[in-house]
């Protein structure tokens, strides 16, 4: 029997002793084209407030085969820092606020050896991310949300469990690189792992200078994504003073497919299937969240890689800095609950479409003359699509590829929902699935769930 449309997935609640073993930084193996003291230009698509976070995903590994894991993990990314040697250095503020790397006394990555005598049968299934996981990411004792200043820009922590399994708990410093850009990272490194010498390909491309500022700026959009909301509805009340629960939920190729055809009209024939999706999970949110006033405008945000829109100037082979526009569409409560899904998904369809190369340049130039300093959450929801990533082909170390590789724990950001490929779909063939991974309140997740499943939309 062939599984529901859209099913809900269930993760255990854990506890994961763990004992840290060693701490140590990880240093360049060769010469490095910078010496102390120097610094090296950062976008403001790498300076955008929405960059300055550590990115943490896990990546899990059956059995270690008798290979020497840290030995072999530490030696590739000695190796691999050498070409990628800007993420050996650290971040700090210039006098108006904006980041460089900066290379001090303070260097290198950081490498975390740990243990757990758990097992990996005993974390339940590791296809559905858990924030039970956290303790296998390392962090520093009262560590400040949001801290990147002199922080080491590549944390890893290795656990290794009484089965011979371990996992990859890593967290990269957004503010050096977007979603492809940390695919090609890790993908360099992983095949220097399994290879044992260096592997770089495409060879990596610093060449940040390429999204200075024009001089004057010029601001071409209203850019919506940045604004400042006062939010005058119940949704931010309502989820921060509620525990926010994480919820996945397998949604099968088919109902995908149904809801891209379902957001089809002789208006909107170039509705993506992430338009539909996207435009069904802020429905269903807003519904079940029942959100007040219904005049109340909301705004769905999600990043668009502007790499195929770069015409004029193609970038460089092997650019892994920051190339992401934030899409932006609002409605009102009322449209999104009475509405129609064809209105919704077609709004979504022309943010994403509106992303163009000008916007790109639009976007530099606003960060450069307005520098957001916080991130505005009111009236808001942000859908992460990592869909298209190479989670699992870039990951593999020489191990196979990983049974899970992903985030863990959405819940200190419960405005975000993700999109992940699921980890077996090459293997088994089921053929597109993706796991939508989002918090919501207790009172509404039983009505999130319905709706979701809802086929007549």
Known sequence: MAPPWVQELHFPHLNIPITIHHISPVLPAGPIPVTFGQTLYLSNLDDMIGSRVFTPTIYFYPSDHNKPVMQTLCSALSSVLVPYYPLSGRLRETENGKLEVYFGQEQGALMVEARSEMALAQLGDLTVPNPAWTPLIFRFPDEEPYKVLD??????????????????????????????????????????????????????????????????????????EFMRVDDGSSLTTTISQDKAIQKCYRISHGFQSRLKTLAQTRESSLCSTFDAMAAHIWRSWVKALDVRPMDYKLRLTFSVNARPKLKNTPLKEGFYGNVVCVACTTSTVSKLV???????????????????????????????????????????????????????????????????????????????????????????????????????PEYAIYKFTKLLNMENI
């Open 151 to 224: 922080m080491p820009l590549v944390i890893a922590q290795v656990t290794q469990f009484s089965c011979g399994g371990f996992s990859i708990g890593l967290r990269l410093c957004h503010c050096l690189c977007d979603g492809v850009g940390a695919m090609q990272f890790i993908n360099s490194w992983a095949e220097t792992a399994k290879k044992g010498k260096l592997v770089t390909n495409p060879e990596p491309c610093w060449d940040r200078e390429f999204f200075k500022p024009r001089e004057p700026p010029l601001i071409k959009f209203p850019h919506v």
């Open 338 to 440: 009475t509405g129609s899904f064809v209105e919704t998904a077609l709004s979504i369809g022309e943010a994403r479409r509106g992303i163009s190369e000008e916007y790109l340049r639009s976007t530099i130039d606003y960060v450069e003359v307005s520098r957001p300093r916080r991130l505005e959450f009111g009236g808001k929801l942000t859908i992460t699509q990592w869909t298209r990533f190479s989670l699992y082909e870039s990951a593999d170390f020489g191990w196979g590829r990983p049974v899970y590789a992903g985030p863990i724990d959405l819940t200190p950001t419960p405005q975000v929902c993700v999109f992940l490929p699921e980890g077996k779909a090459n293997l088994s063939g089921s053929n597109g699935a993706m796991i939508v991974c989002i918090c919501l």
